[in-house]
């Protein structure tokens, strides 16, 4: 007896409809009304299509061979049937094999049903509709080629009757899809005959007409279906029988693998890898804080089409001694870590037109103070789950235009769920295995190949942005990196288990992926070696407040494990004018130096103080004052300060139009060394305040795969199973009702129609083109009513016209909550 899925949900119990929403969480949103609304939903094109999405091949296959035992009366198979045809070939999988895959298909009801009645649901032959890469089947194709298949050897015959060339063709079409596309002038006219009659033999291979596609569409061992464009004539089939046929050597599902193909590539060391990877996290926060530094002294103005110019990714790239490619990662992560934002531009539009600039937050203040290892930790955790393609920048759009730095064409929805896929490949793998980009690849295709399919690019740049980032050391994934994605993975669960956020407190401290990558980082040191040549060797990497000294008292001369600084009189000058005496200067370097201290040091130091303040600073538009009158007397009579149009008002004091600030400025690029000073005269010393873009937050807190739906905890699947259980029985309560109870209203449909019944109200509303109240489930969740005239109903929607507005609605099926004839 045939049985409906609505049918088969009904008998199951609690627990095992609750198992179906967990497996398939789309099915939950919104909540469905009742089982009937239920069965819909999971036989829906999108609802299949994604939990076929998430098969491995084998289990595809499975399900192909399932499709292919179908009778052609009832539609059911059987499981003995499917594995009959799964163990047909040279090397048959184990059977076992077979039905834990067919236990997984029934798991997510692609198969329901018991073991000797096994049926599909619906949208599954819409969605692919070769199965295991074979045609369809002759009859359904051509009456002619369906008699030649109907005479095995006959067909037999004039396949080996094919020349090479066709047979080559055959070959490649057998091996899946079997459509191909033929260009114009490969077909003729067909020959004329008999039903029986085949054309003319041309062992040539098409040589009288130059064409092997011809030849086989002559001999009915291709057919011609509709389709075609451009410079096609059309689209030929290969017909399932002679698909079936050249793959005898094979079987007829093609090589099956039960597991994914093994990796043989060597494997690395696992310290040696994590030894790699934690080197290449030094460089990528040092890269990023370098190229933040770099924004900070000269924000980078926005596009108006937005994102950053290409000459000033250019300019950050050469100042910070990178490439193009890798500091477009860099700037990309630290936008989504929330290190960088846009400011409005003060006063007129900047460059390009721009009215905004790029600059580090104040968040990157706060990033700057942490360990090697938790701002390493913020910046890939925030490449993990942003929804950016680094990969694009460089390349042109649709519209041919280049793709910049930050626009919005280098978004992509798809691009956490890319990087997931690619580091949970090398997650499986054994510690130090390191696969190159085309095993990868490979093992992509067996484990998810509707998803992987089609994405080869993104998924070669996911791998090239590991190993730029130090998650992956040597091509292996780090042990800190294994432990970066489970972390992200644990909190994407715990976020869907506590959408209210009230067990946030669980997930303050250091993550095992921080305390992992701490312990292969050299420790921080809070010393320096000072040379004679006034050169400053940091023996590893310095803590945050070493880290704060060295800017400010040194140059940079070279970075690395041991970075290394030079003092020189203009550094020291620096120092003066954020702050520093003489002698807070001489303690900085006596209490941090492990060397002594040499004495060309002490010299410049207290050579470059002796002069520092002799000049101040003041406003009036400003002032120059100094007890040294000679001194006066030189700035007065240098031509380089010739712009402030200094005069003087006495033996010890000049004064400018200007600001004090342009003074300043103006004073030391002479080579003067002045200070500000304020209305009582003292000195004004301060470090120059930056200037920093509103906080933002990091996309870290985002989920993984921004596409997928979160998945709930069983006890409350277990409650929206009780609330569907009491919508089928508020539905099945109306069936039985007076008709006089289940009327409509002026203002719609009554909520005691039932899914069924609505279906069967629709159905008889397009037969006999009526109007209808509908009701049904918008996209926020909220119920709403329209008054149509439905137009068809088929493939999991209803299409209908308002004739009030003269629109075309569609609706899905699953969201209809009712239906009522217009009266």
């Avoid at 079936?244 to 043989?264: E, H, I, K, N």
């Avoid at 996911?462 to 644990?490: I, M």
């Avoid at 001489?586 to 470059?608: A, E, I, N, W």
Wanted: hydrophobic letters at 45%.
């Amino acid at each position: 007896m045939s049985t409906s899925l609505a049918d088969h949900l009904r008998a199951l119990p609690d627990e095992s409809l609750a198992a179906l929403l967990q497996a398939r969480p789309d099915l939950v949103v919104p909540v469905p009304a009742d089982v009937a609304a239920l069965a819909i939903r999971a036989q829906s094109r999108v609802s299949v299509s994604r939990a076929l999405d998430a098969l491995d091949q084998f289990t595809l296959l499975i399900m192909d061979a399932a499709r292919l035992t179908r009778d052609p009366v009832d539609g059911t198979t059987s499981v003995d049937g499917v594995l009959t045809m799964a163990t047909t070939g040279p090397h048959p999988p184990a059977p076992a094999a077979v039905r834990a895959a067919v236990d997984r298909l029934r798991t997510l009801f692609l198969l329901y049903g018991p073991d000797h009645e096994l049926r599909l649901v619906g949208g599954v032959d819409e969605i692919s509709p070769y199965p295991a890469g074979l045609g369809r089947p002759a009859t359904e194709l051509d009456p002619r080629t369906a008699t030649l298949c109907a005479d095995p050897a006959k067909l037999r015959r004039t396949l080996l009757a094919a020349p090479p060339s066709a047979r080559a063709i055959l070959d490649r079409l057998a091996a899946g899809p079997p459509v191909g596309s033929v260009p114009v002038g490969a077909l003729r006219a067909p020959a004329v005959g008999t039903d029986d009659d085949l054309p003319p033999d041309d062992t040539n291979g098409g040589a009288a007409t130059g064409s092997p596609v011809r030849w086989l569409v002559d001999h009915r061992l291709l057919v011609r279906v509709a389709g075609g464009k451009g410079g096609t004539a059309g689209m030929v089939e290969l017909p399932r029988e002679v698909g079936l046929l050249l793959r005898r050597d094979t079987g007829p599902l093609g090589p099956l693998r039960t597991s994914p193909p093994a990796v043989a590539s060597t494997p690395r060391e696992p310290k040696a890898a994590d030894s790699a990877g934690a080197g290449q996290t030094m460089e990528v926060v040092r890269h990023t804080e370098a190229l933040l530094e770099q924004l900070a002294a000269e924000p980078a103005p926005v596009l108006r089409s937005g994102g950053l110019g290409v000459r000033d990714l250019r300019r950050l790239a050469r100042t910070a001694g990178l490439d193009e490619p890798t500091a477009a990662l860099l700037l990309e992560v630290a936008y989504a870590a929330g290190l960088t934002g846009e400011v409005e531009l003060p006063g007129a539009a900047g460059r390009y037109g721009a009215d905004q600039q790029v600059m580090p937050t104040a968040g990157y203040e706060m990033w700057r103070a942490g360990s090697l290892a938790q701002r390493w930790e913020q910046v890939a955790r925030a490449w993990l789950t942003m929804t950016r393609q680094v990969g694009l920048v460089g390349q042109r759009d649709d519209r041919d235009r280049p793709i910049t730095v930050l626009s919005a064409e280098a978004e992509r929805a798809g691009a956490p769920a890319a990087r997931r896929a690619v580091l949970g490949v090398l997650a499986d793998l054994e510690p130090g295995s390191a696969p190159t980009a085309d095993e990868v690849l490979t093992l992509l295709d067996w484990r998810a190949p509707r998803r992987s399919r089609g994405r080869e690019a993104a998924h070669r740049e996911v791998l090239t942005e590991a190993a730029s980032l130090g998650v992956t050391g040597l091509g292996a994934l780090t042990s800190y990196g294994r432990l970066l994605l489970a972390e992200a993975t644990a909190s994407e669960d715990r976020d869907a288990d506590d959408p209210l956020g009230l067990r946030a407190d669980a997930d303050e401290g250091t993550g095992t992926a921080v305390r992992a990558l701490d312990a292969l980082l050299p420790a921080p040191v809070d010393h320096f070696l000072v040379q004679a040549d006034l050169t400053v060797v940091v023996p590893g990497p310095p803590e945050p407040a070493l880290a704060a000294e060295l800017e400010v008292v040194a140059e940079p001369e070279s970075a690395g494990g041991a970075s290394v600084h030079r003092i020189t009189t203009a550094s020291v000058r620096r120092a003066l004018d954020a702050g520093y005496s003489a002698d807070d200067l001489h303690d900085l370097f006596r209490r941090r130096s492990r060397t002594p201290v040499p004495q060309g040091l002490t010299y410049l130091v207290d050579d470059v103080a002796r002069k520092h303040g002799g000049l101040r600073v003041g406003s009036a538009g400003a002032y120059l004052r100094s007890d040294d009158e000679a001194l006066l007397a030189e700035v007065l009579a240098d031509r380089r300060v010739e712009a402030l149009a200094l005069r003087r008002l006495a033996p010890t004091v000049l004064v400018t139009p200007y600001q004090a600030g342009r003074m300043l400025a103006v004073l030391r690029e002479a080579g003067f060394a002045p200070v500000a000073e304020d209305a009582t005269g003292s000195a004004v010393l301060s470090r120059p305040k930056a200037r920093r873009a509103p906080a933002r937050v990091s996309v870290a807190t985002r989920a993984l795969d921004p596409l997928a739906t979160p998945r709930l905890p069983l006890p409350r699947l277990l409650g929206v199973v009780e609330q569907i259980r009491r919508g089928d029985a508020a539905a099945r309560a109306a069936r039985r009702a007076p008709a006089a109870v289940r009327g409509g209203t002026p203002d719609g449909p009554t909520p005691a129609t039932g899914h069924s019944e609505a279906l069967a109200v629709l159905q008889q509303a397009v037969r006999d083109k009526a109007l209808v109240w509908v009701g049904y489930v918008d996209a926020h969740g909220a119920t709403a009513s329209r008054l149509v005239r439905p137009v068809s109903l088929g493939a999991g929607y209803l299409r209908a016209e308002d004739e009030r507005t003269e629109m075309l609605h569609t609706f899905a099926l699953h969201r209809i909550t009712a239906a009522v004839l217009e009266r």
